[in-house]
């Protein structure tokens, strides 16, 4: 008896349990860790994952792709293109959304988008207890912020259909930053975090503030035009036209070609995530007329460059959302499998500045598969969950308890050079409590300012050093740097508290707000025994 | 960082609040990870920090 945790995306799916060591991803048993969320049926066969794509060259019409976002949506707010290479999304006779699939000679089939969903998903419950070798009791499943109601409802319907009681939906980025954070314990540093999830038919960004563990969404951007199929649109048609080239014919005039095309392009691009160059090699693409080529990873940058050019804007896009300033932002977490490719993480590194951290492959091989971070997120979830009743779970998300207060700004105290010292960050909920240690002068009366930090962003202009030589200075290229920094100033004064006769080299300061928002401030000298001084502020 | 010396004209009182801090905001958060089960649970059966803080 286990639980387990999912990630049901468009183009691929995973499944992660809590394994001795750790949260594991399991794999199929094809061996696939990113098992692509399709379904085709041919003659009497049901075929499921990498096995259903191997049919989008022969059988299109066959192979059942891009549902996940159908799922409890109404048919006309449905992108009809996301099915053009395969079965096509339709209405079915019984007026719900699905495929109809011609299996053999005159046989056809009718889909429904939820039926789908609980053959993929009853597939992936059977490759865990395949390889966990016990029942499972429970799942989490992560889903885009942007899901519906009516999706979350259809979705949770068809899991209990598949034999999956869901635990708990949460919310994909959310998921991938706890598997994320929960490395270290990282979630007990208060961060801001934005969560780029880059996948095969959509971009979904979130900026998530993490304070005393607890996160919050702060904005979120969804871009249906950002995506992994357009990067192997863009490759496509360089090698269809570097075969026109060759041999003077259109590698773009049938599907099957088409197909062909594609699936080398995911190929060529998979292999540039990890390696220089790849070898393009399709059996009869087009006319019987085999081709074999390469490419090295710069000229896929150069062929996809306007795509790969229009992550950044997405990212700093969000990031206005959430009325914030680049600068702000901790750590973006790149998730999803398009985040392996290394210019796009380079592309999003240079919108921000050096202090943040980019959490990538291509930048550090620490963080290793971004299209795992969904699924292990839900699993780590789903372990947590164990110990709760399913009543308790659901008292849980009730409003009462979800819609919590956030303060505005950042508080924080005055030190000895006058400069602001943050205790909370701005966007920490509460109840909440912090203590910090700082230097105090002994034999003395010490004096706490509270305050409200109030920032601003300075702009330093570094001109270039000039270069000596004075031939080449006219053809100088170098231009003056702008260093743009964050500074925290004292703000608003809330409160002074007094410390008397301090005989330790520190002093500890406690900022706590209990439930009503009352904030407590409390000082005393870092030595048993010592009386506390302390003072209440309330707020506006 | 260190503090500062209390200002000679300070007075005998120790402590003095001169202003609110700004409204809070009230938004939903995640209902993920260990910090949020510990809140919920907190928050539902009325305990107290101090049990939470071993
Ligand atoms: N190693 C890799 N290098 C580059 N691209 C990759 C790599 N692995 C997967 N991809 C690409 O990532 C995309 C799929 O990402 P992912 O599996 O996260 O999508 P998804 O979440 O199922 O889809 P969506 O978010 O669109 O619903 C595809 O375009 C795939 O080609
Ligand atoms: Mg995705």
Same mark, same amino acid.
């Given at each position: ?86 079965? %096509? ?20 089939? &009718? ?27 429970? @799942? ?10 009516? &999706? ?15 635990? &708990? ?5 959310? =998921? ?9 314990? %990282? ?48 490759? =496509?048609?360089?090698? !269809? ?5 060759? +041999?003077?014919?259109?590698?773009? *005039? ?8 594609? #699936? ?48 950044? !804007? ?24 398009? *985040? ?63 819609? $919590?207060?956030?303060? /505005? ?34 034999? &003395? ?15 330093? @202009? ?5 270069? /000596? ?5 006219? +053809? ?8 743009? #920094? ?44 010592? @009386? ?9 | ?16 609040? $001169? ?18 089960? !510990?809140?919920? $649970? ?8 101090? #049990? +939470?803080?071993?």
């Amino acid at each position: 008896m286990t639980v387990i945790g999912i990630s049901f995306g468009n183009t691929t799916s995973s499944i992660a349990h809590l394994a001795k060591d750790g949260i594991e991803v399991i794999a199929n048993p094809d061996g696939e860790r990113a098992i692509p969320s399709s379904l085709s049926y041919i003659a009497e066969d049901e075929y499921h994952g990498g096995q259903s794509l191997a049919h989008l060259v022969r059988n299109p019409n066959n192979v059942i792709i891009n549902f996940r976002d159908s799922i409890g949506q109404s048919f006309d707010k449905l992108d009809l293109t996301l099915t053009d290479r395969a079965a %096509k999304t339709t209405q079915l006779e019984s007026g719900d959304i699905g495929f109809k699939i011609q299996t053999s000679e005159g046989e056809s089939k &009718q889909i429904s988008v939820n039926e789908a969903t609980v053959r993929h998903l009853e597939n992936l419950k059977h490759a865990a207890v395949d390889y966990l070798g016990q029942q499972i009791t429970g @799942v989490v499943i992560a889903i885009p912020t942007d899901f519906t109601a009516s &999706q979350k409802e259809q979705l949770v319907a068809a899991s209990e259909k598949a034999g999956l009681q869901v635990l &708990q939906l949460i919310s994909e980025p959310s =998921a991938a930053l706890l598997a994320h954070a929960s490395i270290d314990d %990282k979630l007990a540093e208060d961060k801001t975090y934005v969560v780029a999830d880059f996948g095969g038919v959509r971009s979904d960004a979130a900026v998530i503030s993490v304070r005393g563990g607890i996160l919050t969404v702060l904005a979120t951007a969804h871009d249906f035009s950002l995506n992994g199929d357009n990067l192997d649109a863009a490759l =496509a048609d360089h090698i !269809a036209a570097e075969f026109k080239k060759k +041999y003077q014919t259109n590698a773009k *005039s049938n599907p099957r070609s088409i197909a062909k095309l594609k #699936e080398a392009s995911v190929l060529a691009r998979k292999t540039l995530s990890n390696v220089s160059s790849a070898t393009i090699s399709i059996e009869a693409l087009a006319d019987g007329i085999d081709f074999h080529s390469s490419i090295n990873r710069l000229r896929f940058e150069v062929t996809c460059r306007s795509v790969l050019s229009q992550f950044p !804007a997405f990212v700093e896009s969000v990031v206005k959302k959430a009325n914030l300033d680049v600068l702000d932002i901790d750590e973006v977490l790149l998730v999803g499998g398009l *985040s392996n490719t290394p210019k796009l993480a380079s592309n999003i590194a240079d919108l921000f500045p050096e202090s943040t951290v980019i959490a990538a492959p291509s930048l550090d091989t620490k963080f290793k598969n971004p299209e795992e971070l969904v699924a292990r997120g839900a699993a780590l979830q789903a372990s947590l969950l164990e110990s709760f009743s399913a009543e308790e779970i659901a008292e849980s998300l009730q409003p009462v308890i979800l819609n $919590t207060q956030h303060i /505005s700004k950042a508080i924080g105290l005055v030190d000895a050079a006058g400069q602001f010292v943050t205790v909370l960050k701005s966007e920490t909920t509460y109840p909440i409590k912090k203590s910090l240690k700082l230097a105090a002068p002994k034999g &003395q009366d010490i004096l706490i300012t509270v305050v409200e930090g109030e920032h601003s962003i300075k702009e330093t @202009v570094i001109e270039p050093t000039p270069v /000596s030589d004075d031939e080449d200075d006219e +053809y100088s290229d170098e231009e003056p740097e702008v260093v743009r #920094e964050k500074i925290y100033v004292p703000g608003s004064k809330l409160a002074e508290l007094a410390l008397r006769d301090n005989q330790s080299e520190e002093v500890e300061v406690t900022f706590s707000i209990n439930k009503d928002g009352v904030l407590s401030v409390t000082a005393r000298e870092v030595k048993p025994g010592c @009386v506390a001084f302390k003072g209440e502020i309330q707020h506006n | 960082m260190s503090l500062p010396v209390l200002p000679s004209n300070f007075g005998a009182e120790n402590f003095k609040a $001169t202003a609110k801090f700004s409204a809070p905001v009230r938004r939903p958060i995640e209902p993920v990870g260990r910090y949020f089960l !510990a809140h919920a $649970t907190r928050s539902l059966r009325g305990h107290t920090w101090s #049990e +939470y803080e071993k």
